[in-house]
C-alpha cells in the first residue's frame, strides 16, 4: 500500500471511530444521528482504500442519503420524546453486556491482527461501475432481482406497520 | 501495515455497535447500533476482497447488505413508530406487551 492509502486510512478510521463512540453515548438521538453520519462518510472514505468506488458512492448515497435522512425525520416526528431518560439501576447487567463485548473484540481482534498476506496488484476495472456491475449481473442477476422484491415488500409492510390504529 | 489493520477496525466498530445495542435502551439509537454493526461487516467483507482482486464477491456481498440494511432501517423505524403510538416513549424497558 501506497503512503497516501495509510494517510487516508488512518484519518478515516479515527473519525470512524469517533463517529461510533459519539453514536452509542450521545443522550440525544439527533447527536447520535450526526455521529452515525460521521462514521458513514469516514467508512466511504475507507472504501476508496480498498479500491471499492462504487460501493464508496453507494455508501454515501444510500446510507447517508437515505437511511440517516429517514431517522432524522423520525426523530423530527417524534420530538421531545425521541430522548429516553437515562437508565437507572441494572448496573450489573449493562456492565456485564459491555464487559463480555470488549472480550469477544479483544479476543478476535489478537487473531486476526497479524494476518498480512502480500498486497495485491489491482486489476483493470476492479471496483469500478463497470467492473462490478458485470460481476453483479453475470453472477448475481437472481439475488439481484430478488433483492429488489425485497425492497418493495418493506416498503409496503413499513407502510402497513407505521399506518396500523392501535388505540 | 496490512489487511489485518482493516480487520481490527472492523471487529472494534463491530463491538461499539454491539455494546451500544445491549447497553442502550433508546430504541433510536438500538437501530443506529445495528447500522454500525452493518457498516462494519462491510468493511471486512471489502478488506477480504482486496486480499483476492481477481474477482468481485466480496464487493456484491457488501452491495447486497447494503440492500438490506436500507430495507432493515425502513422497517426498523415503521416498528418502532407503531412502538410508539401504544407507549409513547422509546424506552425499551417498557415494552412488555408479549411479555405477560
Known amino acids: 500500500m501506497t503512503g497516501p492509502g495509510i494517510t487516508l486510512f488512518v484519518v478515516t478510521a479515527t473519525f470512524a471511530i469517533i463517529g461510533a463512540l459519539i453514536t452509542i453515548s450521545a443522550r440525544r438521538p439527533l447527536r447520535a444521528a450526526m455521529g452515525l453520519l460521521v462514521n458513514i462518510v469516514s467508512l466511504a472514505g475507507m472504501f476508496l482504500t480498498l479500491n471499492a468506488h462504487l460501493l464508496a458512492a453507494l455508501q454515501i448515497l444510500v446510507y ?14 417524534l420530538g421531545p420524546s425521541a430522548e429516553v431518560a437515562p437508565a437507572e439501576g441494572r448496573l450489573a447487567s449493562r456492565t456485564l453486556s459491555i464487559a463480555s463485548t470488549i472480550i469477544v473484540v479483544l479476543a478476535v481482534s ?58 | 501495515m496490512g489487511i489485518g489493520t482493516y480487520l481490527v477496525l472492523a471487529s472494534v466498530l463491530f463491538g461499539f455497535g454491539a455494546a451500544g445495542f445491549l447497553a442502550r435502551r433508546n430504541m433510536l439509537i438500538q437501530l443506529m447500533s445495528i447500522e454500525l454493526m452493518l457498516n462494519s461487516v462491510n468493511v471486512l467483507l471489502l478488506a477480504f476482497n482486496r486480499v483476492n482482486p481477481s474477482n468481485h ?30 407507549k409513547k416513549t422509546l424506552d425499551t424497558d417498557d415494552a412488555t406487551l408479549l411479555k405477560y
Open chain 1, 110 to 167: 489478537s487473531s486476526v491482527a497479524y494476518f498480512n498476506p502480500p498486497w495485491e496488484a489491482v486489476p483493470d476495472g476492479f471496483g469500478t461501475v463497470e467492473g462490478l456491475g458485470m460481476a453483479i449481473y453475470r453472477q448475481a442477476l437472481v439475488p439481484f432481482e430478488v433483492i429488489s422484491i425485497t425492497l418493495l415488500i418493506a416498503i409496503i409492510g413499513a407502510i402497513a406497520v407505521a399506518r396500523s390504529r392501535t388505540e
Open chain 2, 57 to 86: 464477491d466480496g464487493q456484491v456481498f457488501a452491495f447486497f447488505v447494503i440492500a438490506v440494511a436500507a430495507a432493515e432501517a425502513a422497517l426498523g423505524l415503521a416498528i418502532l413508530i407503531a412502538y410508539y403510538r401504544i
Open chain 1, 64 to 77: 447517508a442519503g437515505a437511511i440517516v435522512v429517514l431517522f432524522v425525520f423520525v426523530i423530527m416526528l
